[in-house]
């Protein structure tokens, strides 16, 4: 099975390669991922600039590794046309959760659409970020990707998008798995103006995150310390009964 990593973050990030040494076992891996951070940039595509591609030294001996001059999106659809045969598209890991409406936002999820639409089976992985000066924990999302892939690759359901989100916390503390639906509120913004000679430049920043914890919402599944696994491309029963025919939760937290 040909699996393509990709993130956000950027080649260099420590989540990106975490999943990708984790997902060697499930298949054969090669990481396209933005030269740079890219976090933000949502479903963006380069339509009107050229995007350059380029063979970077991996960290992994059995993993070709690329970095795109370019979105999340555009690392994905160049790899898909670079590659043959590509089973899955794993998207992360994600410092920083990717709830609630930030989903519409989020890089990370926006790599992972373009495998969906492009038919393959892809799913998107981040971590709750930490207090200050906190490491972000991905052994628990990287240890479980190959499982998931292992179960996506073997229903045959055809192309799918998941988006998972985990509490950045050890797997002993970790409660179960939940089936979310997204939930509602996201991180907040600000802006910040700087005087330059005559003109007004403008910096958005995000703020704190303003989440409604509803139950059965990927936010409240995190807030809880459980994995939160949503289906996006469609109903949570259809998921279920195709994806996930038997007690996902007990199980999946079991191979854990």
Request: glycine share 10%; net charge negative; proline share 5%.
């Amino acid at each position: 099975m040909k699996i393509l990593v990709t993130n956000d973050d950027g080649i260099h990030a420590p989540g990106l390669w975490a999943l990708a040494a984790q997902l060697t076992g499930a298949g054969e891996v090669v990481v396209c991922a933005p030269d740079r951070e890219q976090s933000g940039t949502g479903t963006a595509i380069s339509l009107h600039r050229s995007v350059k591609l380029t063979e970077v030294d991996s960290l992994l001996p059995s993993v070709k590794a690329y970095a795109v001059e370019g979105t999340p999106g555009d690392s994905v659809i160049l790899a898909l046309r670079m590659m043959e045969n590509v089973a899955m598209v794993f998207s992360g890991i994600n410092r920083g959760a990717n709830m609630g409406h930030d989903v519409l936002l989020s890089g990370t999820v926006g790599a992972a659409l373009q495998g969906y639409l492009h038919g393959v089976p892809s799913v998107a992985i981040s971590v709750q970020a930490g207090q200050a000066g906190e490491e972000t924990n991905f052994e628990v999302a990287a240890r479980l990707a190959p499982l998931l892939a292992a179960r996506v690759s073997s229903n045959g359901a055809g192309a799918l998008l998941l988006n998972v989100n985990l509490p950045n916390l050890p797997l002993e503390r970790i409660g179960g798995i939940d089936i979310t639906r997204v939930g509602k509120g996201g991180y907040s913004t600000a802006i910040t103006m700087v005087r330059d000679g005559s003109r007004d430049d403008y910096r958005i920043t995000i703020g704190q995150p303003r989440w409604k914890a509803e139950e059965g919402t990927d936010i409240h599944a995190v807030d809880r310390c459980r994995i939160s696994i949503t289906p996006l491309q469609g109903e949570l029963s259809t998921a279920r009964e195709v994806l996930f025919p038997e007690d996902l939760p007990s199980m999946l937290f079991r191979e854990l």
